[in-house]
Protein backbone atom coordinates (compact mmCIF):
# COMPACT_ATOMS: atom_id res chain seq x y z
CA UNK A 1 0.00 0.00 0.00
CA UNK A 2 2.40 2.43 1.07
CA UNK A 3 5.90 2.60 -0.69
CA UNK A 4 9.43 1.19 1.06
CA UNK A 5 10.67 4.65 1.20
CA UNK A 6 7.58 6.30 2.63
CA UNK A 7 7.49 3.31 5.20
CA UNK A 8 10.83 4.20 5.81
CA UNK A 9 10.26 8.24 6.10
CA UNK A 10 7.64 7.11 8.81
CA UNK A 11 8.90 4.44 11.00
CA UNK A 12 12.83 5.25 11.36
CA UNK A 13 12.22 7.93 13.36
CA UNK A 14 10.61 6.21 15.79
CA UNK A 15 13.25 3.75 16.65
CA UNK A 16 16.49 3.89 15.26
CA UNK A 17 17.02 7.52 13.80
CA UNK A 18 14.38 8.85 16.68
CA UNK A 19 14.90 12.74 16.70
CA UNK A 20 15.75 13.10 21.01
CA UNK A 21 17.53 10.03 21.18
CA UNK A 22 19.83 9.81 18.24
CA UNK A 23 19.57 13.08 16.77
CA UNK A 24 19.70 15.23 19.74
CA UNK A 25 17.49 17.41 18.29
CA UNK A 26 14.25 19.15 20.20
CA UNK A 27 15.62 18.57 23.44
CA UNK A 28 14.77 22.09 25.10
CA UNK A 29 11.33 21.49 25.39
CA UNK A 30 11.58 17.43 25.91
CA UNK A 31 12.76 18.73 29.07
CA UNK A 32 10.83 21.51 30.41
CA UNK A 33 7.48 20.12 30.02
CA UNK A 34 7.84 16.74 31.57
CA UNK A 35 6.97 17.21 34.91
CA UNK A 36 3.49 16.07 34.21
CA UNK A 37 2.01 13.77 31.98
CA UNK A 38 -0.53 15.85 30.53
CA UNK A 39 1.45 19.04 29.46
CA UNK A 40 3.74 15.95 27.66
CA UNK A 41 0.53 14.92 25.81
CA UNK A 42 -0.09 18.19 24.58
CA UNK A 43 3.52 19.24 23.81
CA UNK A 44 3.99 15.94 21.75
CA UNK A 45 0.45 16.22 20.02
CA UNK A 46 1.15 20.11 19.28
CA UNK A 47 4.54 19.35 17.79
CA UNK A 48 3.29 16.10 15.85
CA UNK A 49 0.81 18.67 14.01
CA UNK A 50 3.14 21.55 13.15
CA UNK A 51 6.26 19.35 12.06
CA UNK A 52 3.75 17.20 9.68
CA UNK A 53 2.03 20.48 8.60
CA UNK A 54 5.14 22.55 7.97
CA UNK A 55 6.50 19.41 5.98
CA UNK A 56 3.83 19.21 3.56
CA UNK A 57 3.84 23.14 2.70
CA UNK A 58 7.23 23.55 2.43
CA UNK A 59 7.58 20.38 0.35
CA UNK A 60 4.81 22.14 -1.60
CA UNK A 61 6.39 25.13 -2.26
CA UNK A 62 9.88 23.78 -1.78
CA UNK A 63 10.96 23.82 -5.84
CA UNK A 64 10.06 28.01 -5.59
CA UNK A 65 12.38 28.90 -2.17
CA UNK A 66 15.30 30.91 -3.54
CA UNK A 67 18.33 28.99 -1.82
CA UNK A 68 19.50 31.94 -0.05
CA UNK A 69 16.37 32.98 1.95
CA UNK A 70 15.25 29.58 2.74
CA UNK A 71 15.60 29.79 6.50
CA UNK A 72 13.90 33.09 6.67
CA UNK A 73 10.59 31.14 4.56
CA UNK A 74 11.13 28.30 6.52
CA UNK A 75 10.92 30.24 10.10
CA UNK A 76 8.03 32.41 8.62
CA UNK A 77 6.23 29.28 7.78
CA UNK A 78 6.78 27.22 11.26
CA UNK A 79 6.06 30.68 13.18
CA UNK A 80 2.45 31.24 11.38
CA UNK A 81 1.51 27.78 12.65
CA UNK A 82 2.98 27.88 16.19
CA UNK A 83 0.92 30.98 16.30
CA UNK A 84 -2.25 29.36 15.00
CA UNK A 85 -1.79 26.20 17.64
CA UNK A 86 -0.92 28.62 20.20
CA UNK A 87 -4.43 30.50 20.15
CA UNK A 88 -6.26 27.28 19.61
CA UNK A 89 -4.55 26.16 23.08
CA UNK A 90 -5.41 29.06 24.82
CA UNK A 91 -9.42 29.02 23.64
CA UNK A 92 -9.54 25.31 24.41
CA UNK A 93 -6.90 24.55 27.41
CA UNK A 94 -6.03 27.45 28.86
CA UNK A 95 -4.83 25.89 32.10
CA UNK A 96 -2.36 23.76 29.70
CA UNK A 97 -1.23 26.53 27.80
CA UNK A 98 -0.27 28.60 30.94
CA UNK A 99 1.60 25.59 32.65
CA UNK A 100 3.14 25.13 28.77
CA UNK A 101 3.94 29.16 28.63
CA UNK A 102 7.29 29.69 26.73
CA UNK A 103 7.91 26.46 25.50
CA UNK A 104 4.82 26.32 23.21
CA UNK A 105 6.41 29.36 21.14
CA UNK A 106 9.83 28.00 21.31
CA UNK A 107 8.35 25.48 19.25
CA UNK A 108 9.71 27.89 16.38
CA UNK A 109 12.82 27.41 17.35
CA UNK A 110 12.67 23.41 17.98
CA UNK A 111 15.65 22.29 15.83
CA UNK A 112 13.38 19.21 15.10
CA UNK A 113 11.52 21.43 12.56
CA UNK A 114 14.09 23.25 11.17
CA UNK A 115 16.24 19.91 11.05
CA UNK A 116 13.23 18.10 9.46
CA UNK A 117 12.78 20.76 6.89
CA UNK A 118 16.15 21.70 5.61
CA UNK A 119 17.22 17.57 5.74
CA UNK A 120 14.00 16.32 4.44
CA UNK A 121 11.01 18.58 2.93
CA UNK A 122 13.31 20.66 0.87
CA UNK A 123 14.26 17.69 -1.32
CA UNK A 124 11.03 15.15 -0.87
CA UNK A 125 7.51 15.09 -2.31
CA UNK A 126 4.67 15.62 0.13
CA UNK A 127 3.52 12.20 0.89
CA UNK A 128 6.68 11.10 1.95
CA UNK A 129 7.24 14.48 4.25
CA UNK A 130 4.23 14.62 5.31
CA UNK A 131 4.88 10.65 6.81
CA UNK A 132 7.95 12.01 7.98
CA UNK A 133 7.04 15.06 9.66
CA UNK A 134 4.45 12.70 11.34
CA UNK A 135 7.15 9.72 12.28
CA UNK A 136 9.40 12.38 13.85
CA UNK A 137 6.50 14.32 15.85
CA UNK A 138 5.52 10.39 17.21
CA UNK A 139 9.38 9.67 18.32
CA UNK A 140 9.71 13.06 19.95
CA UNK A 141 6.19 12.39 21.54
CA UNK A 142 7.06 8.89 22.44
CA UNK A 143 10.07 10.46 24.82
CA UNK A 144 8.16 13.07 25.98
CA UNK A 145 5.77 10.32 27.08
CA UNK A 146 8.22 7.91 28.81
CA UNK A 147 10.43 10.54 30.87
CA UNK A 148 6.99 12.63 32.12
CA UNK A 149 5.01 9.07 33.14
CA UNK A 150 8.23 8.41 34.96
CA UNK A 151 8.71 11.71 36.41
CA UNK A 152 5.06 12.49 37.29
CA UNK A 153 5.06 8.35 38.74
CA UNK A 154 7.51 8.62 41.04
CA UNK A 155 7.20 12.16 41.65
CA UNK A 156 4.09 12.92 43.14
CA UNK A 157 2.77 9.22 42.45
CA UNK A 158 0.23 10.44 40.22
CA UNK A 159 -0.33 10.01 36.24
CA UNK A 160 -2.38 12.49 34.84
CA UNK A 161 -3.58 14.24 37.74
CA UNK A 162 -5.02 10.65 39.36
CA UNK A 163 -3.43 9.47 42.00
CA UNK A 164 -2.12 5.79 41.27
CA UNK A 165 0.01 4.61 44.48
CA UNK A 166 -2.43 3.84 46.89
CA UNK A 167 -2.62 5.31 49.90
CA UNK A 168 -1.52 2.14 51.73
CA UNK A 169 2.27 2.45 50.56
CA UNK A 170 2.31 5.83 51.98
CA UNK A 171 1.06 4.31 55.39
CA UNK A 172 4.00 2.06 55.42
CA UNK A 173 6.49 4.13 54.58
CA UNK A 174 6.92 5.10 50.88
CA UNK A 175 7.64 8.55 50.00
CA UNK A 176 7.20 10.21 46.68
CA UNK A 177 10.69 11.10 45.44
CA UNK A 178 10.39 14.94 45.37
CA UNK A 179 14.03 14.96 43.52
CA UNK A 180 11.89 13.22 40.12
CA UNK A 181 10.17 17.08 40.25
CA UNK A 182 13.42 19.18 40.09
CA UNK A 183 14.87 20.10 36.35
CA UNK A 184 18.35 18.13 37.16
CA UNK A 185 15.89 14.69 36.97
CA UNK A 186 15.05 15.64 33.36
CA UNK A 187 18.54 15.67 32.42
CA UNK A 188 19.58 12.26 34.00
CA UNK A 189 16.16 10.47 32.90
CA UNK A 190 16.73 11.62 29.09
CA UNK A 191 20.34 10.01 29.56
CA UNK A 192 19.34 7.07 31.18
CA UNK A 193 16.44 6.73 28.54
CA UNK A 194 19.49 6.90 25.77
CA UNK A 195 21.76 4.31 27.60
CA UNK A 196 19.01 1.98 27.19
CA UNK A 197 18.05 2.49 23.95
CA UNK A 198 21.55 2.32 22.56
CA UNK A 199 22.35 -0.42 24.93
CA UNK A 200 19.38 -2.75 23.04
CA UNK A 201 19.99 -1.38 19.96
CA UNK A 202 23.68 -2.42 20.00
CA UNK A 203 22.17 -6.05 20.89
CA UNK A 204 19.87 -5.94 17.84
CA UNK A 205 23.26 -5.03 15.47
CA UNK A 206 25.31 -7.40 16.98
CA UNK B 1 20.39 50.94 38.51
CA UNK B 2 19.78 48.96 41.90
CA UNK B 3 16.64 46.87 40.38
CA UNK B 4 18.54 46.22 37.18
CA UNK B 5 21.99 45.11 39.03
CA UNK B 6 19.94 42.45 41.12
CA UNK B 7 18.38 41.26 37.51
CA UNK B 8 21.28 41.08 35.68
CA UNK B 9 23.17 38.41 38.84
CA UNK B 10 19.79 36.40 39.15
CA UNK B 11 19.47 35.98 35.27
CA UNK B 12 23.16 34.87 35.54
CA UNK B 13 23.12 32.16 38.39
CA UNK B 14 19.21 31.79 39.56
CA UNK B 15 17.60 32.15 36.51
CA UNK B 16 20.17 30.41 34.33
CA UNK B 17 19.30 29.84 30.76
CA UNK B 18 20.40 26.33 30.45
CA UNK B 19 20.31 24.55 33.92
CA UNK B 20 16.76 26.24 34.91
CA UNK B 21 15.02 26.60 31.34
CA UNK B 22 16.77 24.41 29.05
CA UNK B 23 16.74 26.94 26.55
CA UNK B 24 19.50 26.77 23.80
CA UNK B 25 19.97 22.86 24.58
CA UNK B 26 20.74 21.56 20.87
CA UNK B 27 23.60 23.50 20.26
CA UNK B 28 24.81 23.58 24.15
CA UNK B 29 25.07 19.58 23.51
CA UNK B 30 26.10 19.24 19.83
CA UNK B 31 28.95 22.39 20.48
CA UNK B 32 30.90 21.66 23.63
CA UNK B 33 33.08 19.16 22.94
CA UNK B 34 35.81 21.78 23.07
CA UNK B 35 36.35 24.96 25.14
CA UNK B 36 37.75 27.05 22.41
CA UNK B 37 34.31 26.37 19.89
CA UNK B 38 32.19 26.52 22.83
CA UNK B 39 33.50 30.25 24.09
CA UNK B 40 33.34 31.19 20.32
CA UNK B 41 29.24 30.15 20.42
CA UNK B 42 28.81 31.77 23.84
CA UNK B 43 30.16 35.05 22.64
CA UNK B 44 27.70 35.07 19.71
CA UNK B 45 25.20 34.34 22.28
CA UNK B 46 25.90 37.24 24.18
CA UNK B 47 26.31 39.07 21.11
CA UNK B 48 23.56 38.80 19.44
CA UNK B 49 21.27 38.70 22.86
CA UNK B 50 22.78 41.98 23.32
CA UNK B 51 21.74 43.47 20.18
CA UNK B 52 18.64 41.95 19.31
CA UNK B 53 16.53 41.76 22.61
CA UNK B 54 16.26 45.53 23.40
CA UNK B 55 14.92 45.77 19.79
CA UNK B 56 12.45 43.20 20.26
CA UNK B 57 11.75 44.66 24.09
CA UNK B 58 10.71 47.69 22.19
CA UNK B 59 8.85 46.33 19.50
CA UNK B 60 7.13 44.77 22.14
CA UNK B 61 6.31 47.93 24.68
CA UNK B 62 5.95 50.27 21.93
CA UNK B 63 4.09 48.50 18.72
CA UNK B 64 2.94 45.17 19.32
CA UNK B 65 1.24 46.06 23.10
CA UNK B 66 -0.63 49.18 22.44
CA UNK B 67 -2.11 48.34 19.23
CA UNK B 68 -3.48 44.46 20.24
CA UNK B 69 -1.01 42.68 18.36
CA UNK B 70 -0.17 39.98 20.67
CA UNK B 71 -0.47 37.22 18.51
CA UNK B 72 1.94 38.60 15.75
CA UNK B 73 5.23 38.76 18.54
CA UNK B 74 6.10 34.86 17.37
CA UNK B 75 6.03 35.98 14.10
CA UNK B 76 7.62 39.68 14.68
CA UNK B 77 10.53 38.11 16.95
CA UNK B 78 11.87 35.32 14.89
CA UNK B 79 11.88 38.01 11.50
CA UNK B 80 13.47 40.55 13.54
CA UNK B 81 16.22 37.98 14.75
CA UNK B 82 17.28 36.24 11.90
CA UNK B 83 16.98 39.41 9.99
CA UNK B 84 19.73 41.12 12.44
CA UNK B 85 21.75 38.34 12.21
CA UNK B 86 22.16 38.30 8.91
CA UNK B 87 22.98 41.78 9.28
CA UNK B 88 25.53 41.32 11.73
CA UNK B 89 27.20 38.60 9.63
CA UNK B 90 27.53 41.35 6.76
CA UNK B 91 28.27 44.20 8.97
CA UNK B 92 31.10 42.20 11.05
CA UNK B 93 32.18 40.55 7.62
CA UNK B 94 33.29 43.93 6.24
CA UNK B 95 34.84 45.34 9.18
CA UNK B 96 36.41 42.48 11.44
CA UNK B 97 37.59 39.50 8.95
CA UNK B 98 39.38 38.14 12.28
CA UNK B 99 36.40 38.06 14.56
CA UNK B 100 34.55 36.66 11.54
CA UNK B 101 36.27 33.82 11.38
CA UNK B 102 35.70 32.85 15.15
CA UNK B 103 31.51 34.05 15.22
CA UNK B 104 31.06 34.19 11.24
CA UNK B 105 29.81 30.14 11.52
CA UNK B 106 27.82 30.43 14.79
CA UNK B 107 25.85 33.56 13.55
CA UNK B 108 23.31 31.36 11.50
CA UNK B 109 22.67 28.53 13.67
CA UNK B 110 21.86 31.25 16.41
CA UNK B 111 18.82 32.88 14.82
CA UNK B 112 17.43 29.46 15.60
CA UNK B 113 18.78 29.00 19.19
CA UNK B 114 15.67 28.66 21.85
CA UNK B 115 17.89 30.86 24.37
CA UNK B 116 17.53 33.27 22.10
CA UNK B 117 14.01 33.00 21.31
CA UNK B 118 13.22 32.07 24.81
CA UNK B 119 15.09 35.32 25.88
CA UNK B 120 12.12 37.25 23.96
CA UNK B 121 9.26 35.33 25.07
CA UNK B 122 10.40 35.74 29.30
CA UNK B 123 10.68 39.38 28.17
CA UNK B 124 7.48 39.43 27.08
CA UNK B 125 6.12 38.05 29.83
CA UNK B 126 8.00 40.08 32.53
CA UNK B 127 6.92 43.51 31.11
CA UNK B 128 3.77 42.98 32.62
CA UNK B 129 5.38 42.02 35.91
CA UNK B 130 5.07 44.66 38.52
CA UNK B 131 8.16 46.74 38.86
CA UNK B 132 8.97 45.86 42.57
CA UNK B 133 9.21 41.88 41.07
CA UNK B 134 12.99 41.36 41.02
CA UNK B 135 11.98 39.34 38.24
CA UNK B 136 10.56 42.24 36.24
CA UNK B 137 11.79 44.10 33.03
CA UNK B 138 10.47 47.99 33.69
CA UNK B 139 12.57 49.63 31.32
CA UNK B 140 15.10 49.56 28.11
CA UNK B 141 18.02 49.47 30.69
CA UNK B 142 16.52 46.28 32.86
CA UNK B 143 16.41 44.71 29.10
CA UNK B 144 20.05 45.53 28.13
CA UNK B 145 20.59 43.89 32.14
CA UNK B 146 18.50 40.77 31.11
CA UNK B 147 20.29 40.47 27.70
CA UNK B 148 23.77 40.22 28.95
CA UNK B 149 22.87 38.66 31.76
CA UNK B 150 21.24 35.53 29.70
CA UNK B 151 23.83 35.50 27.42
CA UNK B 152 26.86 35.43 29.98
CA UNK B 153 25.04 32.79 31.94
CA UNK B 154 24.72 30.25 28.64
CA UNK B 155 28.58 30.84 28.09
CA UNK B 156 29.04 30.03 31.60
CA UNK B 157 27.24 26.95 31.21
CA UNK B 158 28.74 25.77 27.84
CA UNK B 159 32.13 26.36 29.02
CA UNK B 160 32.09 24.91 31.60
CA UNK B 161 30.99 21.72 30.43
CA UNK B 162 33.16 21.70 27.64
CA UNK B 163 35.63 21.75 30.44
CA UNK B 164 34.29 18.60 32.05
CA UNK B 165 33.95 17.23 28.71
CA UNK B 166 37.40 17.57 27.83
CA UNK B 167 38.78 15.95 31.03
CA UNK B 168 35.76 13.27 30.33
CA UNK B 169 37.83 12.01 27.83
CA UNK B 170 40.36 10.07 29.67
CA UNK B 171 37.38 8.10 31.70
CA UNK B 172 36.21 4.31 31.60
CA UNK B 173 32.79 5.25 30.64
CA UNK B 174 30.35 2.28 29.40
CA UNK B 175 29.94 2.09 25.82
CA UNK B 176 26.54 2.74 25.59
CA UNK B 177 26.56 5.55 27.88
CA UNK B 178 29.72 7.31 25.93
CA UNK B 179 29.12 10.63 24.05
CA UNK B 180 26.06 11.79 24.22
CA UNK B 181 24.46 9.42 27.45
CA UNK B 182 27.08 11.18 30.07
CA UNK B 183 26.91 14.24 28.95
CA UNK B 184 23.08 14.82 29.46
CA UNK B 185 23.93 12.90 33.16
CA UNK B 186 26.55 15.76 33.97
CA UNK B 187 24.91 18.43 32.62
CA UNK B 188 22.05 17.08 34.88
CA UNK B 189 24.57 17.19 37.57
CA UNK B 190 25.36 20.31 36.41
CA UNK B 191 21.99 21.62 37.22
CA UNK B 192 21.62 19.86 40.47
CA UNK B 193 25.15 22.21 41.65
CA UNK B 194 23.02 25.30 39.85
CA UNK B 195 20.31 24.85 41.96
CA UNK B 196 21.85 25.95 44.97
CA UNK B 197 21.86 29.50 43.40
CA UNK B 198 17.93 29.44 43.21
CA UNK B 199 17.31 30.87 47.23
CA UNK B 200 19.68 33.50 46.01
CA UNK B 201 17.81 36.68 47.24
CA UNK B 202 19.06 39.68 46.16
Redesign the interface.
Known amino acids: MLSKQTKEAFLGPLNANNPVLVQILGICSALAVTVQLKPALVMGISVTIIVALANVVIALIRKSIPMRIRIIVQLVVVAALVTIVSEILKAFAYDVAMQLSVYIGLIITNCILMGRLEAFAMTNNVKDSLMDGLGNGFGYAMILVIVAFLRELLGSGKLLGFQVIPQWCYDHGYTNCGMMLMPAMALILVGCVIWAHRSLNDKEGK | MEHALSLFVRTIFADNMI ?8 SF ?2 VSKDVKTSAGLGVAVIFVQTITLPVNYLLQVHVLAPLGLG ?5 LF ?2 VI ?2 ITQLVEMIVEKVSPSLYSTLGIFL ?1 LI ?4 A ?3 GR ?2 MQ ?1 RVLLDPENVKAIANLGDAFAFAIGSGLGWMLAIVCLAGIREKMEYNNV ?4 QG ?6 T ?3 M ?2 AF ?1 CFSGLNI
Not at chain 2, 71 to 75: C, D, G, H, P, Q
Open positions: FAFFLGMCLAYLSFIIAAAPAVNCIMGLFQPKPLIGITFIVGLALM
